[in-house]
């Protein structure tokens, strides 16, 4: 195969540090302006400017490399070779249409120039409209494809089976059926159905090769039943100990957050399997850290929160039946057993015996993902919900947040689960404006 110079815009190594390293026998070329741009946001206290300290950080240790210098290329591990691009003359502009007086266009300028050396260049960008523009100048340009995966074929976690009716009876009368079906996921739900109208919810067991039933509930789940087939299955899920980490994915008023929420109140408040429960999320439409905001932590994060204030309430609400549910939810917050944080300072907590629901993420990266499951200690669980239809940060799409990564990375993990929520059932006009608008 071809070797080709990939050319790495600011943008890709601050949605994966670690991106340098993913050009598997291929040349990277990082050009100057990029380090400058890395070095003005290292000062950053927030996940921008902890991931420009890691590449800068990595870069400087490539001095200290035997295998060549970073003006000329140092070779690392994988067959790749890393070079600092730096103009030691003043630049002839042939052939290249852009002013540089931009840093995007020096980035331009210098993909542009290694192409006219007769490498294969390619630049490599997170940004729609600077592709755009290399494409119109000529220049060969790709969205960084390494932490992708397609949310139109995505893992659904529940697939549909017609079988013949005896079938659906053994499974009743036996507990487990094996089907001939061979590519179930660990921990893959199956609605089997047949001709008969008859019907069954099964798991799939990895181990035993088999569909077994679900966790039979004796009631609801503080105040709340499941209402479909999705919302049983993802309940299902959230109440086994041994599954680990779960994505629930769906659309708005599909039941993600408060499912998660109340098997999270019942393993803490009622079995006492977990010390207390976390809720998270992303501060992205903010547009500005909650420093901005007046108050203490807590008085900042409290309307920040508010949708997660809001799927407790309606909990209490269910669990008092008429009542309003004030006096649940007060003994909720005054057992300190409950605990909201911004996703900003989970980096470099240790999180022991707790449930973490990370609400919204499909509005993180990869790797911001990737530190916060890294920080479940032994004996946590941890929940992701969110919509990767509804994105707010201007770098990531449905393919390449942290939601639609998690799914395609811990597929085949029998300590992952997934269920994608398709019903909304929040209320009758949510439902019709979910569909519709």
Sequence with gaps: MTRKTFVIDTNVLLHDPDAIRKFVDNDVVIPL????????????????????????????????????????????????????????????????????????????????????SGKHAVLVSKDFVMRVKAEAIGLEAEDYENSKFSYDRLYKGLRKVEVPKRDIDLFYKDGSLALPVQDFAPNEYCLLTCPEQSSAVCKYNHQSKQL???????????????????????????????????TLVGQAGTGKTLLALAAGLKKVFDESIYSRILVSRPIIPLGKDIGYLPGSKEEKLYHWMQPIYDNLEYLCRSLDGHNTGHETQKWIMESKKIEMEAVTYIRGRSLPKMWVIIDEAQNLTPHEVKTIVSRAGQGTKVVLTGDPTQIDNPYLDKDSNALTFTVGRFKEYPIFGHICLDRTERSELAAIAAEIM
């Design 33 to 116: 302006v990029v380090l400058e741009e890395l070095d003005g946001m290292k000062r950053l206290s927030d996940e921008l400017g902890r991931n420009s300290r890691h590449v800068l950080r990595y870069i400087d240790s490539l001095k200290e490399r035997k295998s060549g210098n970073l003006h000329e290329g140092v070779k690392i591990e994988k067959g790749i070779t890393v070079r600092v691009h730096i103009e030691t003359k003043a630049p002839e502009k042939r052939d290249f249409p852009l002013p540089l007086d931009r840093t995007v266009n020096k980035v331009l300028w210098t993909a542009h120039q290694i192409g006219l």
């Design 212 to 246: 077994e039933p679900l966790l039979k509930l004796q009631r609801d789940i503080w105040g709340i039943q499941p209402l479909n087939i999705e919302q049983k299955c993802a309940l299902d899920l959230l109440l086994r100990d041994d599954i680990k980490l779960i």
